[in-house]
């Protein structure tokens, strides 16, 4: 009974941060774009208040806190100019980190896979094709398909209800507290716990301390077996 308590079925991945290497990139970029709207952001502001939350959201909170206009329309404006940049940037400079595309490998075998990002859906699925693992995800959520981003849990708790109308599932439906969520941010962290899920933070972002929260903390996913940590019941 002890180890059905910690039985993991399927694992949800972050995407920037945690798969790609680019958090610098959308940093940048999210200054080029606020620059040309005439607003600052420096990259203290960034990793404190922004890191993991969807577009849509760091647009709209940063033009509200300086005061500028923030329609519907002009952060769709901002978000596509954003989404432009990138894919010409990215082309160039795309990175997976270490030991992402051996752990999917390992894994896709006995665990269901998602990601869930705050990222725009065709982004995600670029660095997917780019690791060769698109086909090894069975649903993805992106920022097109939440209301509200991280930290609120409404992305994972999607990603479980879309996991649950997959034929895996159909007999025996998953649980948030069989999903293991990894992220490289506190708002991410915050929404996968908020769903009900297990969480291993990877120091990728942030420091270790910053990310004590999480039920594991890693440096890489090199070498990590999700069965090793629900042994030891660290999950």
Same mark, same amino acid.
């Given at each position: 009974?002890?180890?059905?308590?910690?039985?993991?079925?399927?694992?949800?991945? +972050?995407?920037?941060?945690?798969?790609?290497?680019?958090?610098?990139?959308?940093?940048?970029?999210?200054?080029?774009?606020?620059?040309?709207? =005439?607003?600052?952001?420096?990259?203290?502001?960034?990793?404190?208040?922004?890191?993991?939350?969807?577009?849509?959201?760091?647009?709209?909170?940063?033009?509200?806190?300086?005061?500028?206009?923030?329609?519907?329309?002009?952060?769709?404006?901002?978000?596509?100019?954003?989404?432009?940049?990138?894919?010409?940037?990215?082309? *160039?400079?795309?990175?997976?980190?270490?030991?992402?595309?051996?752990?999917? *490998?390992?894994?896709?075998?006995?665990?269901?896979?998602?990601?869930?990002?705050?990222?725009?859906?065709?982004?995600?699925?670029?660095?997917?094709?780019?690791?060769?693992?698109?086909? +090894?995800?069975?649903?993805?959520?992106?920022?097109?398909?939440?209301?509200?981003?991280?930290?609120?849990? @409404?992305?994972?708790?999607?990603?479980?209800?879309?996991?649950?109308?997959?034929?895996?599932?159909?007999?025996?439906?998953?649980?948030?507290?069989?999903?293991?969520?990894?992220?490289?941010?506190?708002? =991410?962290?915050?929404?996968?716990?908020?769903? =009900?899920?297990?969480?291993?933070?990877?120091?990728?972002?942030?420091?270790?301390? @910053?990310?004590?929260?999480?039920?594991?903390?890693?440096?890489?996913?090199? =070498?990590?077996?999700?069965?090793?940590?629900?042994?030891?019941?660290?999950?």
């Amino acid at each position: 009974m002890e180890k059905r308590k910690h039985l993991i079925r399927a694992i949800l991945f +972050d995407c920037n941060g945690v798969i790609a290497d680019d958090e610098p990139i959308h940093l940048e970029l999210f200054q080029k774009v606020l620059k040309e709207e =005439g607003i600052p952001l420096t990259k203290k502001d960034y990793f404190e208040k922004y890191l993991a939350m969807d577009d849509r959201s760091c647009f709209q909170d940063a033009l509200k806190l300086h005061e500028q206009r923030a329609s519907k329309s002009r952060i769709q404006e901002l978000i596509a100019r954003k989404a432009s940049y990138y894919k010409k940037t990215i082309k *160039n400079r795309l990175r997976i980190f270490p030991g992402v595309v051996s752990f999917v *490998n390992k894994h896709r075998k006995n665990y269901m896979l998602a990601v869930v990002s705050g990222a725009l859906k065709n982004e995600i699925k670029l660095i997917l094709q780019s690791a060769k693992i698109l086909k +090894d995800f069975s649903v993805i959520i992106s920022a097109e398909d939440v209301k509200k981003g991280k930290p609120n849990p @409404e992305c994972y708790l999607k990603a479980l209800k879309k996991l649950n109308k997959t034929p895996f599932f159909k007999n025996h439906p998953l649980k948030s507290s069989e999903c293991c969520a990894i992220e490289d941010s506190i708002h =991410g962290i915050k929404a996968a716990q908020k769903a =009900g899920m297990k969480c291993i933070a990877i120091t990728n972002s942030y420091f270790k301390k @910053e990310l004590k929260n999480a039920e594991v903390v890693l440096d890489s996913l090199k =070498g990590v077996e999700i069965q090793n940590l629900t042994q030891c019941s660290l999950l």
